[in-house]
T-cell receptor, first 111, second 113 residues
Framework: QKEVEQDPGPLSVPEGAIVSLNCTYS??????FMWYRQYSRKGPELLMY????GNKEDGRFTAQVDKSSKYISLFIRDSQPSDSATYLC???????????FGKGTLLTVNP | SQTIHQWPATLVQPVGSPLSLECTVE??????LYWYRQAAGRGLQLLFY??????ISSEVPQNLSASRPQDRQFILSSKKLLLSDSGFYLC????????????FGPGTRLTVT
């Protein structure tokens, strides 16, 4: 079983839609959960960072962690064409300061 | 504020040639530093990481090496490139006090011909 699994998509939605992006993970020791946004030919940009369980909201973005199910989600409300990018989940834990990344989901928001 | 630089931005090199990619972080001290490679359909692959200037750990055995000549400088090298070394190389840093928040540089796109 892979440490982090993420549906690669692609996902195509109309402008204004609510987008749900998800990852599952296998190692229950993971405590740190990130979402990155990567535009084409650019470096990933850290969007959201959550420690342990619960929700975190930042503007139109909400990150959720369900440790009992080993499942993390990123919700985007009122999606915009500028949200079109690849979204990567990343998970970490332990003392080695490493992150394990999902393969990314390609999102297209159509005007 | 902190910034991270990578150069060159793009590189085309023949098989068998050497490689040197540079990453520099400004505005911080004693960062954790990372090298990743991103190939199409394969996600982000961690190549090397450095927790402190005197420690570099390798994740994947291959013909690449890494060095950290200064606190905020991370170098990725190869003596002889392979076709399979083509990809998008990303450097990332983490402030020691914020252990898992990695911030990425703009990347170097390497094509080995």
């Amino acid at each position: 079983q892979k440490e982090v699994e993420q549906d690669p998509g692609p996902l195509s939605v109309p402008e204004g839609a609510i987008v749900s992006l998800n990852c599952t993970y296998s190692n229950s020791a993971f405590q740190y959960f990130m979402w990155y946004r990567q535009y084409s030919r650019k470096g990933p940009e850290l969007l959201m960072y959550t420690y342990s369980s619960g929700n975190k909201e930042d503007g139109r973005f909400t990150a959720q962690v369900d440790k009992s199910s080993k499942y993390i989600s990123l919700f985007i409300r009122d999606s915009q064409p500028s949200d079109s990018a690849t979204y990567l989940c990343a998970i970490g834990g332990g003392s080695n300061y490493k992150l394990t990344f999902g393969k990314g989901t390609l999102l297209t928001v159509n005007p | 504020s902190q910034t991270i630089h990578q150069w060159p931005a793009t590189l085309v090199q023949p098989v068998g040639s050497p490689l040197s990619l540079e990453c520099t972080v400004e505005g911080t001290s004693n960062p954790n530093l990372y090298w990743y490679r991103q190939a199409a359909g394969r996600g982000l692959q961690l190549l090397f990481y450095s927790i402190g200037i005197d420690q570099i750990s390798s994740e994947v055995p291959q013909n690449l090496s890494a060095s950290r000549p200064q606190d905020r400088q991370f170098i990725l090298s190869s003596k002889k490139l392979l076709l399979s070394d083509s990809g998008f190389y990303l450097c990332a840093w983490t402030p020691v006090s914020l252990s898992y928040e990695q911030y990425f540089g703009p990347g170097t796109r390497l094509t080995v011909t």
